[in-house]
Structure formats: structure tokens, C-alpha cells
């Protein structure tokens, strides 16, 4: 059974401690705010956090939709108390509104982020690099979705227009309406893996869902014909198994995609790593060769795996680099905006004046 939602052999070494207790593997696929729903070899099962886990929550969040944990079952009640969530390969980050309750993972173990955006609006070029720069950092493979083609007179123009912000991934144009373009996004992702919808409210993801499932389980509803915003249908981030094998997180549209923190990302994944380097003698160590580092002391005596290391390094470099160029195509993006602004005046000025003399 959770064979089927990507169970690995990498996760088998990483629950062993916790079987060793007399704990069994889950995944988390319903997250409510009374509770979860986790999938395990028994079925379906209604889960809470420990209260120890819950104590933890501060460092790593609290259990995510997508994550991997480790559970004690009470088969007869059909619930289930969750342990310990396992080492997370991926996650998507915010930054909590209230921030006591510290950080909200808004998807674990994801292998593709749709970076969901409607035709039906402007395109905004700025959000989607923010979104992007969150997706990269987040160790998923982006790909940029343009919703209800059916509703623009030319699709095709717009994707270019993304595609010419040099994104690095694929832009791929859809209408679940029409059911066009539906193939080639669930060929973006493989049996066993796992996707996610992130974007606003009312762009179409639950209708997307559906569209796969070819049935009308999630729920929808149309966007406010004044202002064209979503009414954020959707309450609660779930995982759904799709007809090809893979699994798709819909989730409630994001209000402020500024709350997607990249850098949180790599935290909530790195959260043992991120510490270490405070235990080294010297506040600006390179982990090179100085004297009294914590981080080569880890990686001799065993306690920190040098591919993960390695790992982090270089999610922190590309961390840096998105941000960097998220800002440079935001400015870009600003500049065009301004001269067309000023060109668009100076011709109505010039109009104008014609039409005066
Ligand atoms: N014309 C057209 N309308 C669409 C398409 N996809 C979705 N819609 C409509 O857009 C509206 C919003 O769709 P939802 O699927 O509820 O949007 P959502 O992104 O899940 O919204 P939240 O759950 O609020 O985040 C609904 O009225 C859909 O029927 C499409 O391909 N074409
Ligand atoms: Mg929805
Ligand atoms: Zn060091």
C-alpha cells in the first residue's frame, strides 16, 4: 500500500529507529485543523501529533501534508498518535502570520511545484520568479502552468512571454475546461512521485484536480466577477492519488506569495545541518581547514553525511543565485513596464495637443 505513495529504501533506514520501538510508517495525505488523515499498510487511518512532537514543532513544523512519519496505530479506533516525522527529501516553507507558531510547511517530500497563474488575469511576471525562486529552493522541479487558455484570445503569445523571461523549466498551457494540455502536465510527473498546485486563489487548481480525476471531487466555485479574485474554495491541503501513479497536493490558494520563504525551505529540510556551524570556534569558519570546526568534526566522526553536506552547500548557493536573479528579471520586468507607461503618455500628449490646435 504505501508502497504506491513512493515508500523508499532510503526511508526504510530512516523510519528503522523508530520500527525499532514498535512504530510503523504513514503518510500524511489530509491535513485538517483537528487532525490528519495518514495512509499506512493498514489503510486510512485519523492521526494526531505526540505531545513531544508537537514540543519539536518550532524547529522542523509541524507534520505536513506529503510528509513521511512514524506512527503507533490503535487499529480498533482506527487512529493513530504520530511519533516523528522522517528526514524530508523537499519542502515547501512559509513563515507563519502569527509568529509564535513559528513555521508552516505547506508541502513535504514534493518532486514537481506547478506554479499555477490564469489567463484570464495579467500576467504577473514578478510573482511567478518569486514563486519560482520559493520552487528551486524548495528542491522541487518547477513548472510554470497557464490556466483556462480557452479564456485568452492567444495563449501561445503569453507562454512566450514567460518562456522569454528565461525561467529554466517548462511553461505549459492548459484549460481544464476544455481538457487541453492535461497530458503533458501529468507527464511531468512519474509514478511514485509527488506534485503540488501553488498559485492563487480561483486560478484553477481544484478544477485541475478534477479534470486528471475526471471526476468533480474537489470543490470549486467561480471568482468574483468584480475584482476576478478567488473566494479560496479550497480549505485544506490534501493529496490525491492520480490515475497514472503519481499524487498531487491541491492547496488553498496562497493570499501573499511574499509568505513562501525559500530560505526557510532549506531550513526545514537542513534543520541539523543549519546548527551546526555555531559550534565552530570561529564565527566566519569555511569548514576549510581552521582549527576547532564543528562541521568537518561532524563529517569525521560519522554524525553528518558528506552528500548531504554537500547537498546543503549547494542549495544555499543556488539560494543566493535565484534571489539575485528573481530580483534582476523583477527590475527588468518594472523598466519595460515604465517606458511603455511613458511612451503610452507622451503619444496621448502629443494626441493632445493635435486635437487642441
Ligand atoms: N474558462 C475556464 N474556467 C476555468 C478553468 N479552470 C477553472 N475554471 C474556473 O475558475 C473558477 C475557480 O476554479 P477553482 O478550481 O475553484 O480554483 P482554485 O485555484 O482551486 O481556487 P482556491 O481553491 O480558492 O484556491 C471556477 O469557476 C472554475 O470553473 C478553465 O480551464 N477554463
Ligand atoms: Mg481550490
Ligand atoms: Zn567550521
Known sequence: MIEQYGWSEQLAAALAPHARAGHTPGR???????????????????????????????????????????????PQERTATIHAILPRSTAFVRRA????????????????????????????????????????????????????SDLSPDPEALAAEITALDVDCPVLLVSAREGLGLDALVNQVKPGETCVLIGSSGVGKSSLVNAFLNEDRMATQAIRESDDQGRHTTSHRQLIMLPGGGMIVDTPG???????????????????????????????????????????????????????????????????????????VAKDAERRRLAALQKHYRATKRNDRGSRD
Open 28 to 74: 500524511v495525505v489530509l491535513q485538517q485543523r483537528d487532525g490528519y488523515l495518514v495512509v499506512t499498510d493498514q489503510g486510512e487511518l485519523r492521526a494526531k501529533a505526540s505531545g513531544r512532537l508537537l514540543h519539536e514543532a518550532k524547529e522542523i513544523g509541524h507534520p505536513a501534508v506529503g510528509d513521511w512519519v512514524a506512527l503507533s496505530l490503535s
Open 254 to 328: 496562497i493570499r501573499e506569495v511574499g509568505l513562501i520563504d525559500a530560505e526557510e525551505g532549506v531550513s526545514a529540510v537542513f534543520d541539523d545541518i543549519e546548527h551546526l556551524p555555531q559550534d565552530c570556534r570561529f564565527s566566519d569558519c569555511s569548514h576549510a581547514n581552521e582549527p576547532g570546526c564543528a562541521v568537518r568534526a561532524a563529517l569525521e566522526d560519522g554524525t553528518l553525511d558528506p552528500d548531504r553536506w554537500a547537498h546543503f552547500q549547494k542549495l544555499k548557493l543556488e539560494l543566493a543565485a535565484a534571489e539575485e536573479k528573481a530580483d534582476r
Open 97 to 148: 502570520a502569527h509568529s509564535s507558531r513559528g513555521l508552516q510547511i505547506i508541502a513535504a517530500n514534493i518532486d514537481v511545484a506547478f506554479i499555477v497563474t490564469s489567463l484570464n488575469a495579467d500576467l504577473n511576471p514578478r510573482r511567478i520568479q518569486r514563486y519560482l525562486a520559493a520552487a528551486w529552493q524548495s528542491g522541487a522541479r518547477p513548472v510554470v502552468v497557464l490556466t483556462k
